[in-house]
C-alpha cells in the first residue's frame, strides 16, 4: 500500500515521446485512463508503465507479481536493501521507494540513453535513495557489496530476449552473494510453447537456492501461449499462502507452482551453465499485436 496521494495534476495535451536509444527506439506514450501515467515501449514492445502519481500503481500483469514478491520481502513498510538488474522506466524502484520509504536501492540498466530519457521525462523523487549505474547487470551485481541486498530482482530483457549470461548458475552465484542470509531472489522470465527456458530457469534456480515457487498465468504453465513467469527463489521458506493468495485475486489470477509440482514442471531438465547458456526465445511477433 504506498502513501498519501497528491492530487492528479492533468497532463496538457500530452503526446508520445520518440526517441533513439542504445537499445534501439523508446516510445513514452501518455496513459489516456490516468492523468501522469506513460507506457515505455522499446521497439514496439511494451516495457514498462509509470504512474508519477501513484507509484506503488503496478499495471502491467508481470510487475504486479514481482510486486507481490517485494510486499512480502519484509514485514509491511520496513525499509530494505534492493538490488535491480534491468531498469526500464524504473518501475518497481519506484514502487519500493514508495511502499516502504526510506529503502536504499541499486539499478542497474545497461542502456545509458534509455536512463537518461527515464530521468528526464519521469524524474525520480529527489528523496528517493535510488542509486541507478549504467553497466551490465552482471558486471553490476558483481560490485554490489556480499550479503548486502534483502532482495534482487532480475528483469533484463535485450532485443525481447534475456541475455544469456543471466540464465546460468554462475550468475545465481553471483545472486547469492549478493544476498543476506534469508533473502529473495524474483526473475521476470518469458517463454512460450514448449517451455524449454522456463524449465531450464526452475532447474538452475533448484541448483542453487533450497526454496522456489513460480507464478504466471496458467495458460502460459500450461505451454498454451507465450508470456511471462515470475520466479521467486531463497533460501529459507518463502510466504506460499499469501503469494498464492495474492496472484489469485489479480485482475488477471496467476496459479502458484512449488514443491513437488515444480520440480515435476522442470520434465528433467538440468541446470544452465555458462558454457551452454543461450538466450531466451524471442516472443511471437503476435504477442505485441
Avoid at 16 to 39: F, S
Avoid at 52 to 75: C, I, K, N, T
Avoid at 112 to 124: F, G, K, N, Q, Y
Wanted: hydrophobic content about 40%; aromatic content about 4%; overall charge positive.
Amino acid at each position: 500500500m504506498g502513501r498519501s496521494r497528491k492530487p492528479r495534476r492533468r497532463q496538457a495535451a500530452a503526446e508520445p515521446i520518440v526517441e533513439g536509444v542504445d537499445g534501439g527506439l523508446a516510445e513514452l506514450v501518455p496513459d489516456r485512463d490516468r492523468p501522469r501515467a506513460w507506457t515505455l515501449l522499446l521497439d514496439g514492445a511494451p516495457q514498462s508503465h509509470v504512474d508519477l502519481d501513484d507509484p506503488a500503481y503496478l499495471s502491467f500483469e508481470y510487475q504486479r507479481r514481482l510486486g507481490h514478491v517485494v510486499d512480502l520481502a519484509a514485514p509491511p513498510g520496513r525499509p530494505i536493501h534492493a538490488v535491480h538488474l534491468g531498469g526500464g522506466a524504473l518501475t518497481l524502484a519506484r514502487y519500493v521507494a514508495d511502499t516502504r520509504p526510506r529503502s536504499t536501492q541499486q539499478v542497474v540498466e545497461r542502456d545509458a540513453s534509455l536512463v537518461r530519457l527515464i530521468r528526464r521525462t519521469l524524474p525520480l523523487d529527489p528523496n528517493a535513495r535510488i542509486r541507478v549505474r549504467s553497466a551490465d547487470a552482471r558486471e553490476g551485481l558483481a560490485k554490489v557489496p556480499d550479503g548486502w541486498a534483502d532482495l534482487v530482482i532480475a528483469d533484463v530483457f535485450s532485443g525481447a530476449r534475456t541475455p544469456a549470461h543471466l540464465t546460468s548458475t554462475e550468475f545465481l552465484d553471483e545472486v547469492r552473494r549478493a544476498l543476506k542470509p534469508g533473502g529473495l531472489y524474483t526473475a521476470n522470465l518469458a517463454d512460450g510453447p514448449p517451455l524449454a527456458h522456463l524449465r531450464g530457469q526452475v532447474a538452475t534456480a533448484a541448483a542453487r537456492f533450497a526454496e522456489l515457487a513460480l507464478l504466471a498465468d496458467p495458460a502460459v504453465l500450461r505451454g498454451k501461449r507465450f508470456g511471462n513467469a515470475v520466479l521467486v527463489a531463497c533460501d529459507a521458506p518463502l510466504p506460499l499462502a499469501e503469494l498464492t493468495r495474492r496472484a489469485a485475486s489479480d485482475p488477471h489470477p496467476g496459479r502458484v507452482e512449488h514443491g513437488r509440482a515444480l520440480v515435476d514442471f522442470t520434465g528433467g531438465a538440468v541446470p544452465v551453465t555458462d558454457a551452454r547458456a543461450v538466450a531466451s526465445p524471442a516472443p511471437p511477433p503476435s504477442v505485441f499485436r
